[in-house]
């Protein structure tokens, strides 16, 4: 037999042979690291989407509050602000954040968990909560909030005050200052902010 032959012949025979389980499970794993990477930015995309969404929920309730009530001086006294027909009707929640059919609101992180609004008059500050936050939300909510007009913050339970309500200067939370108090486990934790209307 010819070299050209026995060359061809041993072609033959790979081409038959397949691939082994090694080279499988090489392209395998190289897929799944392609495939992770994927998922983790797409996921990584998606938790920022959420999190500028509910700045923008926030900011969206303020102003709301702002042009509709702000020059008429409600006591409410730090009490729940009642969602009704008329809230609706003026716009005052963005339409994403109802819940059809109910006057409750919802947040992006948990449909189900409940945003909070009230006042506190004597301080002329609307208040926003969202409850039910994991962990990681809770940290980028509080990181991304606008500080421009926001005189109070509560995270998880503690809260910091800002001037114009006390005397300044008080430094607004630090990052890993913001980590450390979004340590409730599950959902269990909450973001509160109050602004100056």
């Known amino acids: 037999m010819s070299k050209a032959q026995l060359f061809h012949a041993n072609a033959q025979r790979h081409a038959l042979r397949g691939f082994t389980l090694t080279e499988m499970a090489i392209v395998l794993g190289i897929i799944g690291i392609i495939l992770g990477a994927i998922w983790a930015a797409a996921a990584q995309v998606y938790e920022n989407n959420r999190t500028k969404m509910a700045v923008s929920e926030i900011l969206t309730i303020v102003n709301n ?15 729940w602000l009642v ?20 006057f409750n609101l919802s ?4 449909p189900y968990a409940s945003v909070n609004i009230y006042t506190y008059d004597a301080w002329n ?15 980028r909510l509080a990181s991304a909030i606008s500080t421009n007009n926001l005189v109070w913050e509560d995270i998880s ?6 001037p114009p309500l006390v005397p300044g200067p008080v430094p607004y939370y630090t990052v890993p200052q913001i980590s450390a108090l979004c340590n409730k486990a599950g959902t269990g934790n909450d973001v509160g902010v109050a602004y100056s209307i």
């Open 157 to 162: 339970g503690t809260s910091v005050v800002f």
């Open 83 to 102: 969602m009704n027909t008329a809230s609706i009707q003026n716009k005052f929640v963005p339409d994403e954040m109802l819940i059809p059919g109910t």
């Open 125 to 139: 500050v609307i208040r926003v909560d969202y409850n039910g936050l994991s962990q990681s939300a809770c940290v």
């Open 65 to 79: 509050w702002r042009s509709v009530y702000a020059n008429q001086r409600m006591d409410t006294g730090g009490a």
């Open 107 to 110: 947040n992006p992180w948990n």
